[in-house]
């Protein structure tokens, strides 16, 4: 999910639509909610015309200590990885 | 709009934050969609029924976390209402009234008993939790209709 927001700001929808199927809309914005609670995410609401009708939609950026937890997630991932030479 | 009715449901039973965070962006996607294509399909809705359920979760989560730090208190006065209601509970079978002895005191008398007990105690347990439980909004905010 980060990964997805890294290159710009994005709805839930949008995030469900880039993932490829990764995502499920039932659960996105659950999932977003608690990173956001976590300081992963910011979001923001969006900039309405004047006139509009609905709830505003919401936009997702990933926070500075986001990216640096998913950094050294994948560092702690490849570093448990097993290597071929190691698995046997 | 479609999703009005979801919005009220949730600013009734969620914390604010968590409906600004977890069901408001579901049911601002279900309108834009609703819009776009001037028509919801039910799984836009299943969407926002989980959402609603999952919001509903983390607030009870988060709430039973919060109580933890009154747990002593809660304990005490479960304690407190506890002893006073079981001695009720023993003047009124007349267990205090001198007639103990005519009582033949077997494992089904025991078990009954604790039962007694036991349902006092949750009683006073879930009376004791709901003075100490995080507030939830009483007045309910006027959705866009």
């Not at chain 1, 980060?2 to 995502?23: C, H, K, P, Q, T």
């Not at chain 2, 600013?11 to 604010?16: E, K, Y």
Request: hydrophobic share 45%; charged share 25%; proline share 4%.
């Amino acid at each position: 999910m980060l990964d997805l927001l890294e290159s710009s700001e994005r709805y839930g929808l949008e995030l469900v639509d880039a993932s490829g199927g990764r995502l499920k809309r039932g659960s996105i914005y659950v999932t977003l909610g608690r990173m956001e609670a976590k300081g992963f995410v910011a979001s923001r609401q969006e900039d309405r015309a004047p006139g509009a009708i609905g709830l505003p939609r919401r936009l997702y950026r990933p926070t500075a200590y986001g990216l640096k937890v998913r950094d050294a997630y994948r560092l702690l991932r490849d570093a448990l990885a097993l290597k071929p030479a190691e698995a046997k | 709009m479609p999703g009005n009715w979801v919005a009220r449901v949730g600013l009734r039973l969620l914390h604010r934050d968590t409906f600004e965070m977890m069901l408001s962006p579901a049911i601002a996607d279900l309108q834009f969609e609703t819009i776009a294509r001037s028509a919801a399909r039910p799984g836009d809705y299943c969407a926002v029924f989980r959402a609603l359920l999952g919001a509903l979760w983390f607030d009870l989560s988060s709430d039973l976390l919060a109580l933890k730090s009154d747990a002593e208190t809660i304990a005490l006065l479960t304690l407190l209402q506890t002893s006073y209601y079981t001695f009720m509970l023993v003047l009124l079978s007349g267990l205090g009234t001198g007639t103990l002895a005519a009582f033949e005191m077997d494992s089904e008398l025991v078990t009954r008993a604790l039962s007694y007990v036991a349902g006092v105690t949750v009683a006073c347990l879930l009376t004791s939790s709901a003075c100490f439980w995080p507030p939830r909004r009483t007045c309910q905010t006027r959705a866009e209709d």
